[in-house]
C-alpha cells in the first residue's frame, strides 16, 4: 500500500468526535499555532517510516522482535542531554540482550521524542482538595497544581515541536555518530547499575560481544561497517491531539502517499479507538505503522472492524496490538482474541504492554507497578501465544535510565518505603535501567534460541 485511503484528507477527521482534546480556549491563537506547524519541517522522513514497517513485517513472522519503551509522559524540562542519552543507553543495552539471546533483530522503538499528550480519565482533578483541569501532558498545559498554569496553551504544541527536533537530533547523533556502536556495549552500562547483579550480567555479556569482533578483527573482518557502528532507532508517541497530528502530516514526494511526519510509529490508546472517531478517521489514511492498545474492555468484533478500517489491505507491518490485561487476567483475556484475530486472517505484531493493567496505589498512597506482576503478565503472553501457535512479536515498557523508584520489586528489592526516594514521574511509574535490565534478561530467557 503505498496510496492513502479513499474519501480521506488530513482534515477527514475534524466532522467526527475527536475524545481527549484539550479545551483549547484561545480558538485563535490555537489555529495560528497549527498553520505555523504546517509550515515547520517534517521531524521524520517517509522513507525512514516506510523502513520501519519493512522491520515490523518481519516481526509478524518472527523474523524480528519489537522493543517499545521510553516515559510514560515526557516533560519540557526533562529534555536534556542526560535524560536523552541515559534513556536511550537503557534500550539499547536491552536490545543487545535480546539481540543476543534471540539471535533476531531487535526493532528499537522509543516511546520518545513527542510523548507530550496523555488522555485521562476526566476533565477535571482534584489535587490537595482543589478541583483543577486535569493535566493532559505538557503539549497542553502544566502539572503544577495552579487553576492558570492548567489552562490549556496552543504555544505549547509549537514548543513541543522544538523539544522533539531537539530530542530527534540527539537521537541521531548518537546512534548515527559512533555512540551506540557495537565496540562501544560496555559503555552504555551505568555506573550506578554495573556493580548491581545485573550490571555484572551485563558486563558478562559485552565482553563476549567484544571479544566476537576482535575475533572478526583477527582474521582480518573489518568491523568498520555501519551495521556495527550506527544502531536503527525510531521514534513514537500516542497519537492523541489531532490537529497537532494533522499540521505535521505531509504527502511524500516520491511516493503520493501521506504520512504523519510527527514520528516513526503512532499508537491508538485504549480510549480514543471509537470505529467512527476521529482518530481513527485520522489514522486510517496515514501510512505509519499503528499500535493499537487493547485492554480488558475490548469487544472483539469491535477490534475486528478497527483493524479492518486502518489496514483494508492486510498489510503485515502496519499494525501493532499492544494488548496490555494485567497478570491476573491475561490468561482470560488474550486467547480469545488470538483466535478471533487469526480465524479473520489478520497479518498482526503482537506486542505486550505489561504495565499498564498492573498499576495500583501503594499503602504510602504512590501509584506503583510489582517487578513480578510485569513479568508474570510477560510470561503468560509468550507462553499463550506459543500454545495458540501465534507469534509473541514484541514488549511495550515504561522505562526510564535513571535510577528512580517509582515501580516496586526487582533484584534490588524495592519496597513500598523506598517509593518517595526518587519518585519523580508526573503520570506513570516507571522501571529504572536496573529493573530494566533484568527485565530483558528474562525476556532473553524465554526467546533464547
Ligand atoms: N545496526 C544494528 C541495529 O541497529 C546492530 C547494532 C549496532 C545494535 N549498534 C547496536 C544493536 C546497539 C543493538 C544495540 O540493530
Ligand atoms: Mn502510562
Redesign the pocket.
Given at each position: 500500500m503505498t496510496t492513502s485511503s479513499p474519501n480521506w484528507n488530513k482534515s477527514s477527521w475534524q466532522s467526527r468526535t475527536a475524545l481527549q482534546q484539550p479545551n483549547w480556549p484561545d480558538r485563535k491563537k490555537y489555529d495560528e499555532v497549527l498553520s505555523s506547524l504546517s509550515l515547520l519541517p517534517p521531524l521524520v522522513f517517509a522513507g525512514e517510516i516506510r523502513e520501519l514497517k519493512k522491520m515490523l513485517a518481519k516481526a509478524v513472522d518472527g523474523q524480528a522482535f519489537l522493543l517499545q519503551g521510553g516515559d510514560c509522559s515526557e516533560e519540557f524540562a526533562g529534555c536534556t542531554a542526560p535524560n536523552i542519552r541515559e534513556t536511550l543507553k537503557v534500550l539499547?543495552q536491552m536490545?543487545?540482550i535480546l539481540?543476543y539471546a534471540g539471535g533476531k533483530?531487535?526493532i528499537?522503538v522509543g516511546r520518545i521524542a513527542g510523548q507530550y499528550a496523555k488522555p485521562r480519565s476526566s476533565d477535571t482533578e482534584m489535587v490537595n482538595g482543589v478541583e483543577l483541569p486535569s493535566y493532559r501532558g505538557d503539549m497542553a498545559n502544566s502539572c503544577l497544581p495552579d487553576p492558570v498554569a492548567r489552562i490549556p496553551d496552543p504555544e505549547r504544541m509549537l514548543k513541543g515541536y522544538f523539544l522533539s527536533a531537539a530530542t530527534l537530533n540527539l537521537l541521531r547523533a548518537f546512534t548515527r555518530g559512533g555512540f551506540?556502536?557495537?565496540q562501544r556495549v560496555h559503555a552504555w552500562n551505568q555506573e550506578f547499575v554495573k556493580q548491581s547483579p545485573m550490571g555484572r550480567s551485563y558486563e558478562r555479556l559485552a565482553k563476549q560481544l567484544n571479544q566476537a569482533l576482535n575475533f572478526m578483527e583477527t582474521i582480518g573482518i573489518s568491523t568498520d561497517i555501519?551495521?556495527?557502528?550506527?544502531?536503527?532507532?525510531f521514534t513514537s508517541h500516542e497519537a492523541l491531539f489531532l490537529g497537532y497530528e494533522e499540521s505535521l502530516t505531509r504527502e511524500d514526494s516520491t511516493t503520493g502517499g501521506w504520512y504523519d511526519c510527527s514520528a516513526h510509529m503512532l499508537w491508538i490508546g485504549d480510549r480514543t479507538r471509537q470505529i467512527d472517531g476521529a482518530h481513527i478517521e485520522f489514522l486510517r489514511g496515514v501510512l505509519n505503522p499503528l499500535g493499537m492498545k487493547i485492554g480488558p474492555k475490548h469487544d472483539l468484533d469491535d477490534i475486528l472492524a478497527i483493524i479492518e478500517r486502518l489496514n483494508p489491505d492486510n498489510e503485515p507491518g502496519r499494525i501493532t496490538l499492544i494488548t496490555r490485561f494485567g497478570s491476573k487476567t491475561i490468561d482470560k483475556y488474550l486467547p480469545p482474541l488470538i483466535r478471533g484475530v487469526k480465524k479473520a486472517g489478520l497479518q498482526v505484531v503482537w506486542c505486550c504492554d505489561p504495565m499498564h493493567a498492573n498499576t495500583f496505589t501503594s499503602a504510602s498512597g504512590r501509584k506503583t507497578r510489582n517487578f513480578d506482576e510485569i513479568l508474570s503478565e510477560l510470561r503468560c503472553f509468550f507462553e499463550l501465544h506459543w500454545s495458540e501457535g501465534t507469534i509473541p512479536g514484541g514488549v511495550h515498557f515504561e522505562l526510564t535510565g535513571e535510577n528512580v523508584t517509582e515501580c516496586i520489586g526487582g533484584a534490588r528489592e524495592l519496597a513500598d518505603e523506598h517509593l518517595n526516594l526518587n519518585y519523580l514521574s508526573t503520570c506513570d511509574p516507571r522501571l529504572n535501567a536496573e529493573q530494566s535490565l533484568e527485565m530483558a534478561f528474562q525476556i532473553a530467557e524465554m526467546i533464547r534460541s
Open positions: 539499547l536490545a543487545v539481540t533483530p531487535v528499537k551506540a556502536s557495537l555501519p551495521q556495527l557502528k550506527e544502531a536503527q532507532f
